[in-house]
């Protein structure tokens, strides 16, 4: 299954690159819906990890069901479809209210790799949340650092 | 795989009421993030509907790849575990910037009924959308009606 998925997110990584090589002009309104979804998207991942990572932190009492729902999202979250979400034209470059670097679209994008290290990372953490609070801690670590290796490199500060 | 995500969905009604028999205090900044990620949610319901919906319409052109990958990610999107975001006290009597009513809270709710249609729906859609245009228009319907299973009797009108 693990494969499975890193094959479905290089897939994504593809469709962005073939997107990337068409003429490069979607619709205003396409591109619009395309940032509101992929935020969306973030906003669902950010809820999950508020449980998960509260509970590492201890700010949230550790309960099993609850942890292995939010991992079980998370690995919901990476399988979804997501290569319409990331549009030519969409960068901050282009755009207000993304900030999405143009990098990501460029031709030596690693964000194929990065989305594949955030699928690994929450498998590892569904297999992990579930067991008990000193595995779920020990599975936090690679989660954020997933996170990071997308936003660090292609999201603009917010500042 | 039907039954389980049927049960799955039921899991999710029973998570509601359980939640609404609590004390029914939840920190408001657990609710405004529970408010966010359901909106976020119904928005990648929003985001995928478009092409599948514009297929049908005949205002998109037909991509079998495009819509089975739309169609999967609505099988995904009902598959993720929702029982968080219904936070009790999280309906749009007691907060703003939701639509949400009451009624879902109430004994009588038939929210969990109504996740289970749009289980249905999303499935059936799944197994049309890659197929041609007329397997899609066929499954369209079924969807949009699932939808209003839930807006209908549980969200308030826009205006």
């Given at each position: 299954?693990?494969?499975?998925?890193?094959?479905?997110?290089?897939?994504?990584?593809?469709?962005?690159a073939?997107?990337?090589?068409?003429?490069?002009?979607?619709?205003?309104?396409?591109?619009?819906?395309?940032?509101?979804?992929?935020?969306?998207?973030?906003?669902?991942?950010?809820?999950?990890?508020?449980?998960?990572?509260?509970?590492?932190?201890?700010?949230?009492?550790?309960?099993?069901?609850?942890?292995?729902?939010?991992?079980?999202a998370?690995?919901?979250?990476?399988?979804?479809?997501?290569?319409?979400?990331?549009?030519?034209?969409?960068?901050?470059?282009?755009?207000?209210?993304?900030?999405?670097?143009?990098?990501?679209?460029?031709?030596?994008?690693?964000?194929?790799?990065?989305?594949?290290?955030?699928?690994?990372?929450?498998?590892?953490?569904?297999?992990?949340?579930?067991?008990?609070?000193?595995?779920?801690?020990?599975?936090?670590g690679?989660?954020?650092?997933?996170?990071?290796?997308?936003?660090?490199?292609?999201?603009?500060?917010?500042?």
């Amino acid at each position: 299954m693990r494969k499975t998925l890193v094959v479905t997110l290089a897939t994504v990584a593809i469709s962005v690159a073939a997107l990337a090589g068409a003429d490069g002009h979607a619709d205003p309104k396409q591109i619009e819906a395309a940032v509101k979804a992929r935020q969306a998207h973030m906003q669902l991942y950010s809820f999950h990890l508020a449980t998960l990572g509260g509970m590492a932190k201890g700010e949230i009492a550790y309960d099993a069901e609850a942890a292995g729902s939010a991992a079980d999202a998370l690995v919901s979250l990476v399988q979804l479809p997501q290569g319409g979400y990331w549009l030519p034209g969409s960068d901050n470059a282009s755009i207000e209210n993304t900030r999405a670097l143009p990098a990501i679209w460029a031709a030596d994008s690693k964000v194929g790799e990065a989305a594949g290290a955030m699928v690994e990372a929450a498998m590892a953490m569904q297999a992990a949340a579930g067991t008990d609070l000193a595995a779920l801690q020990g599975a936090i670590g690679a989660v954020g650092e997933a996170c990071g290796g997308c936003h660090k490199p292609y999201r603009a500060s917010a500042n």
